[in-house]
């Protein structure tokens, strides 16, 4: 199989049909996550075993490799595994500067990158670091946003399903009151009834996410907030935040949002973006690439079971673009990669 090269800009948005292996893509952070903090074969079990990470099983492919580069290649960190008789085994793992390789670690059945004493490992976990991915689909009775969080513990960042948004936004409405500000207004922009979030720790210093209305005395919780307003509240914390991780990684971030929500979305991925936070989310929303350059989108096609990824030149498009939008492009089969009839 040959291997695929991704290059990232500061925006990069996937689309693609149904099975085209966009999520499949964002998934790789999370299995790259749990891989360099030395919990890969638990996380391959939990995920339905070898055959489910291995390309079309293990019966056609027993390897796995990647090259990740930072910096425009002055670091990198590449990793080779091939699957054994009692789970992966980690043939080749090396760290890279300016192109060249030091190995640290084979035969190994975890990564030794956190436990190298090279010194070029602690830049590497600093990128690595900087990748955060997050999913705020689940907006049930009993998800993460009903969860208590710790005014002390779960302050740090948000986590990646939200479950600490209640002390994350105490910790900014106390300590970053100008920021605290803009996502209240943020918010009330799309949810004009909304008040402000009403912060009530108990004797142990855990909270609960709970609101106010502007036309009630009453206090609600989040199972009283539309799952399209919660999951816009969620988002709004997560790119408005004082301190913004290096890269925000995200599948499907429009679920559920009204077009003047998704407008807003829209905003703020620029915004972080300028700033120098990296986005990569995966779409299948016409209205969210509606808002975006040519250059900020990824088509993702599956071709012979491998996924291709083209991103769109702005220079092959400009004439359509005169009488067009991005998204009507991509509707009416102009843009003809990414389509589910590839």
């Excluded at 409405?173 to 799309?190: A, D, G, L, M, P």
Aim: neutral net charge; charged residues 25%; aromatic residues 12%.
């Amino acid at each position: 199989m040959k291997l695929t090269r991704v290059d990232f800009n500061p925006i990069n948005i996937l689309i693609g049909a149904n099975g085209s292996g966009k999520s499949n893509f964002i998934s790789f952070f999370d299995f790259l996550n749990k891989l360099y903090n030395r919990k890969l074969n638990d996380y391959i079990a939990l995920s339905g075993g070898e055959n489910k990470i291995l390309h079309k099983g293990k019966k056609i492919t027993d390897k796995i490799s990647f090259k990740i580069e930072f910096e425009e290649g002055q670091n990198g960190y590449s990793v080779k595994l091939v699957s054994g008789s009692d789970g992966f085994i980690f043939t080749s793992e090396q760290l890279y500067y300016k192109g060249n390789g030091l190995d640290i670690s084979r035969s190994a059945r975890e990564s030794t990158l956190k436990t190298s004493d090279s010194h070029r490992a602690k830049y590497i976990i600093k990128h690595l670091n900087g990748f955060r991915k997050y999913h705020f689909h689940d907006t049930s009775d009993k998800s993460p946003f009903t969860q208590l969080s710790h005014l002390i513990n779960d302050i740090y960042f948000l986590y990646n399903d939200g479950a600490n948004l209640a002390a994350f936004l105490y910790n900014i409405s106390e300590n970053h009151k100008i920021v605290y500000n803009k996502i209240i207004k943020t918010i009330q922009s799309i949810a004009p009834y909304f008040s402000d979030f009403y912060y009530q720790p108990n004797s142990e210093h855990f909270l609960r996410l709970q609101w106010t209305s502007k036309y009630s005395d009453v206090i609600f919780g989040t199972t009283d907030l539309s799952d399209g307003t919660l999951r816009f509240i969620a988002l709004t914390v997560l790119f408005m935040q004082p301190v913004l991780p290096d890269t925000i990684i995200i599948d499907e971030p429009e679920l559920g949002l009204h077009p003047e929500a998704i407008a807003k979305l829209a905003g703020m991925i620029k915004s972080v973006s300028a700033k120098k936070c990296q986005v990569i989310i995966a779409t299948q929303s016409t209205d969210l690439i509606s808002h975006f350059q040519p250059e900020d989108i990824i088509t993702v096609d599956q071709i012979g079971g491998e996924s291709k990824f083209k991103r769109l030149n702005k220079d092959e498009l400009h004439l359509w673009l005169e009488d067009y939008t991005i998204d009507d492009l991509w509707k009416r089969n102009i843009i003809t990669t990414g389509q589910p009839n590839y």
